[in-house]
């Protein structure tokens, strides 16, 4: 049994105590040029919970991490930009204190009255954060906890993760899960228990490595799988194809050809791109061409899926009642390889529209599919949590949320 934010409001346990929670603001920001946010979804995900505790008259001290510093302040990673963006959603201020357990964090919590934000500075700028070391971790978690009274796990995409504002601060304070971790439990529970069908599951991404456990899981629940993006030219080679210079798992080939056998086994569908676009380089003005995958030159590498497996990739998508999206079919950051990922996007969206429950997981096809211009609420649900979708699916077990039962 997980207690949720809800039921902490309900009791009347949280006026005037100071709530910590952990939220994923792991934006995309262009962190070469003026730090601008260029995917503000996480942001925007969390709003739900954090308004629900202010309503209650909680002082909500929020806490995240941003990109991957080395346990040190690096000011390209300062969580300052997303304090101001916080700020204008919520339509309130958003104290930003300049460290994480400090002087200042102290401060400004100590300043907060009922109804008010708080947002701490990057989590990972202390080394306690990740470290592997317990004892250093839990010192962290310690201070941490000595700033609120209770503690709100809303980050999704950290709960795989057994980091010290995940993990241990969980066993330090009174703790709930929030309504966006609940929500995303909910629908991939319903992915992995009670999938309508038939389930249709499209999965790219660059490497098949990073894929392992989900496609093992998957062959047990999917009636089709369609595998595209870097990790599809690893199941091409095990077919007999030449890649050319495409990303390729040369060691996992073999470890392709027993899915490919279990697929064909268990009556579970894999479908492979026929044609792909093919270019010389990873560049917006490189030469590129669509060639059948019979046909891929030696000096090139694939790209994005060609127009034929687009149409096949949307065909199959528009029977389906169930669709799990995770991972992009092709580079969809450049213009001339995004027409893969665009028809996946509109017959997701399609789909979506008959009703069918369709799930994006998180990461990089979030991100494709706003870049597209489509909204959020074109789709099911849109995961906060690639990783952690990723592992939930694989059915491991999830610290972050394990810690939370009672």
């Not at 050319?244 to 080939?253: N, P, Q, T, V």
């Not at 069918?356 to 099911?380: C, K, N, P, Y």
């Amino acid at each position: 049994m997980i207690k949720t934010a809800a039921d902490l409001i309900s009791a009347g346990e949280i006026r005037g105590k100071r709530v910590l929670v952990r939220s994923d603001l792991n934006v995309p920001m262009d962190l070469d040029g003026d730090g601008t946010i260029t995917d503000d979804g996480r942001v925007r995900a969390s709003l739900p919970t954090i308004k629900a505790l202010t309503e209650a008259g909680a002082r909500v001290v929020v806490c995240a991490h941003l990109g991957r510093p080395k346990g040190a302040p690096e000011a390209r990673y300062s969580l300052a930009p997303v304090a101001r963006r916080l700020e204008e959603l919520l339509g309130q201020t958003v104290s930003f204190a300049t460290d994480t357990v400090g002087e200042s964090a102290r401060s400004v919590v100590d300043g907060l009255a009922d109804g008010q934000v708080a947002l701490l500075e990057n989590l990972r700028f202390n080394v306690g954060e990740t470290s592997k070391d317990e004892a250093v971790r839990g010192a962290f978690a310690d201070q941490l906890a000595s700033l609120a009274d209770a503690f709100v796990s809303d980050g999704f995409g950290v709960v795989h993760r057994k980091h010290a504002s995940v993990y241990d601060v969980a066993q330090r304070l009174p703790h709930a899960m929030g309504g966006l971790v609940q929500a995303e439990v909910e629908v991939l529970k319903r992915l992995t228990e009670s999938p309508e069908r038939p389930f249709v599951v499209v999965l790219g991404g660059a490497k098949v490595a990073d894929k392992l456990g989900v496609i093992e899981s998957l062959l047990k629940i999917a009636d089709t799988l369609l595998i595209g993006g870097g990790m599809s030219y690893t199941f091409l080679a095990a077919q007999g194809y030449e890649v050319g210079k495409s990303i390729l798992d040369a060691d996992r080939l073999d470890m392709v050809k027993g899915y490919l056998r279990a697929a064909k086994e268990s009556g579970v569908e894999i479908v492979l791109p026929t044609d792909v676009v093919v270019a010389a380089d990873f560049s917006a003005d490189a030469e590129h061409a669509v060639v059948s995958v019979d046909q891929i030159p030696p000096d090139m590498e694939g790209m994005d899926i060609g127009p034929e497996t687009s149409k096949v990739f949307a065909a199959r998508i528009a029977g389906a009642r169930t669709v799990f999206w995770n991972g992009p079919v092709g580079v969809f950051e450049i213009a001339a390889f995004a027409e893969g990922n665009m028809a996946v996007a509109q017959a997701v969206a399609a789909v979506t529209r008959t009703g069918a429950l369709t799930v994006i997981g998180g990461g990089d096809s979030a991100a494709a599919v706003r870049q597209f211009g489509f909204t959020d609420d074109q789709f099911g649900h849109i995961s906060t949590g690639g990783g952690a979708s990723l592992e939930y699916v694989e059915g491991k077990s999830l610290p972050g949320l394990t810690v939370l039962e009672d």
